[in-house]
Structures are given as structure tokens and as C-alpha cells.
């Protein structure tokens, strides 16, 4: 079974607006971590936010905020404001309390902001 | 501060070619270390991790191979490269299981 699931090969969203990315996960080990990251075109891999699995409150950093809902296991991506350079790649990933650091990456979205 | 350098930045290779691709950190000792490719439109698939010197864990079978002669020094090999190991090499580097990556700028690898 797939352990990080993305359902939106690509989504369009206006310059300004907000967006959500959604990401869905799978594990049965109650320690584990939620991870984004945008990939622009030139390949670079930029960590964008991160949800343990024990965190009582989602996680905000400046414009992306995590809609983390445990019990449906899943963990979205909001991005608030879109500009322009948002175009990107990105990549839901999770690690796993007992997998040695290994990151778990969902196929990814391609998201276009349009002026 | 940490940094990590991933290079050369694209290759070239003809098929049956040997393959040498270089991964250093730097500000931090013992990390753990990956590496992963990712095929044109996909998502990333882990091919080897380290936790230490000497250390590397496969995770598919392929032509590849792995080694970490130094703590903060991973390199990918291959004897004979294959068409399908074309794709774009990704080294990571994370200072315990507990922490996400941090990604080098990563090789664009085309076999022809």
C-alpha cells in the first residue's frame, strides 16, 4: 500500500488566493512525522513545513500552514496568498518512528499560480 | 551552519559506462545520509541510506552501489550504467531520524 498519497496531479490557483494541496498517509506506528517540500523547476528539493504526530496544534510557517487531521490521516498543504514563484512541485512526505529516517514520498503536485 | 554539495550538477553517460557521483556535508558529524532518484514526472524513490561510515542500507536491487568512505562523504556508483538509470540524483543528509532532510541541488543524470 502506498504510504503517502497525493490525488492532484496538478491544481491551477489565481495569484492571492489560497490553496490547499492535499496528502493522505498511512502507517500504524503511532510516532511519525509529516513533512512538505516544494521542488521549482530547477530540481532543489526546499523543505517547507513539518506535523509530528504528536503536535496538538497544526503547523504554520509564514504564508503554508498544515491541515493536519489525524484521525483521517491526512496532512494538507494550505498556501495562503499565492504568488507567482509558488509554481512548483510539491511533495508530501512522511517518516516513521521506526524507519531509521527514512522519508516516505507521496508522487507529488504540480501547482500553477496564475497572474 | 550545515551545508551540503551534491556534484556534478548534470551528466551525460553513454550506456556500459562507469558512474561516480559525490555527496559531501559539511558543519555536522555523523549525519545520516540518502540517496534518492527521481524519474522524470515521479516522485522520489530512496536508493541507498547510511547511518554511519562503512554503512549503507539497499533499498532496490538494481546496478548501483553505495559507499561511504568518510562520516560526511557518500557516493553513488555504478560499474555499467543502464538507460533506465537516467533520472534526476538526489543526496540528503538529516542529523538524526528524528529530523527531516536537507536535499543537495542534485544531478541530472541522461544515459544514452
Known amino acids: 500500500a502506498q504510504k503517502i498519497t497525493q490525488t492532484q496531479p496538478g491544481m491551477f490557483v489565481q495569484e492571492k488566493e489560497a490553496v490547499t494541496l492535499d496528502c493522505t498517509y498511512d502507517t500504524s506506528d503511532p510516532s511519525y512525522g509529516l513533512f512538505w517540500y516544494k521542488q521549482p523547476s530547477s530540481g532543489e528539493m526546499i523543505f517547507l513545513i513539518y506535523?509530528?504526530?504528536?503536535?496538538?496544534q497544526n503547523a504554520t510557517e509564514g504564508r503554508y500552514s498544515l491541515n493536519f487531521q489525524k484521525a483521517r490521516k491526512s496532512a494538507n498543504l494550505v498556501i495562503s496568498a499565492s504568488q507567482l514563484g509558488d509554481s512548483a512541485m510539491y511533495f508530501c512526505a512522511m517518516r516513521e518512528g521506526r524507519a531509521l529516517g527514512r522519508l516516505y514520498f507521496g508522487r507529488g503536485t504540480q501547482l500553477t499560480v496564475w497572474p | 551552519s550545515q551545508t551540503i554539495h551534491q556534484w556534478p550538477a548534470t551528466l551525460v553517460q553513454p550506456v556500459g559506462s562507469p558512474l561516480s557521483l559525490e555527496c559531501t556535508v559539511e558543519g555536522t558529524s555523523n549525519p545520516n545520509l540518502y540517496w534518492y532518484r527521481q524519474a522524470a514526472g515521479r516522485g522520489l524513490q530512496l536508493l541507498f541510506y547510511s547511518v554511519g561510515i562503512g554503512q549503507i542500507s539497499s533499498e532496490v536491487p538494481q546496478n548501483l552501489s553505495a559507499s561511504r568512505p568518510q562520516d560526511r562523504q557518500f557516493i553513488l556508483s555504478s560499474k555499467k550504467l543502464l538507460l533506465s538509470d537516467s533520472g534526476f540524483y538526489l543526496c540528503?543528509?538529516?542529523?538524526?531520524?528524528?529530523?527531516?532532510?536537507?536535499f543537495g541541488s542534485g544531478t541530472r543524470l541522461t544515459v544514452v
Open positions: 506535523q509530528g504526530s504528536y503536535d496538538q
Open positions: 540528503a543528509w538529516s542529523p538524526s531520524p528524528n529530523y527531516g532532510y536537507t
